[in-house]
Nanobody, 125 residues
Framework: QVQLVESGGGSVQAGGSLRLSCKASGRSISRYAMVWSRQAPGKGREFVATINLEGSNTKYLDSVKGRFTISRVNAENTMYLEMNNLKPEDTAVYFC??????????????????WGQGTQVTVSS
């Protein structure tokens, strides 16, 4: 069992920044790939960014490339999402997840078996 808790969401104006955290407990994250996804009102869950177990490889949704940075500190059992130059279309609930069956990162959200409860990000124009 792994418990994931997201934090750091909030309301900002367009162009602002937020840093999301995903704190894990119950198991070390150091052997597993992790992901950030989001769900906007009335839409399905969308892949945002993923990172391999060492933090040496990452992949992003095209629309967030150059603005978002995913990172992890395994010693702290925590993953982060630094979000800069936020846009109104980034408004969503952001979720983190971990794939305890694999070290290989993927944008396929069904691979991830433990999810956090989400944190709301609202960007106003």
């Amino acid at each position: 069992q792994v418990q994931l808790v997201e934090s750091g969401g909030g309301s900002v104006q367009a162009g602002g920044s937020l840093r999301l955290s995903c704190k894990a407990s119950g198991r070390s994250i150091s052997r597993y790939a992790m992901v950030w996804s989001r769900q906007a009102p009335g839409k399905g869950r969308e892949f945002v960014a993923t990172i391999n177990l060492e933090g040496s490889n990452t992949k992003y949704l095209d629309s967030v490339k150059g603005r978002f940075t995913i990172s992890r500190v395994n010693a702290e059992n925590t993953m982060y999402l630094e979000m800069n130059n936020l846009k109104p279309e980034d408004t969503a609930v952001y979720f983190c997840a971990i794939d305890t069956d694999s070290q290989w990162m993927t944008s396929y959200l069904d691979n991830y078996d433990y999810w956090g409860q989400g944190t709301q990000v609202t960007v106003s124009s």
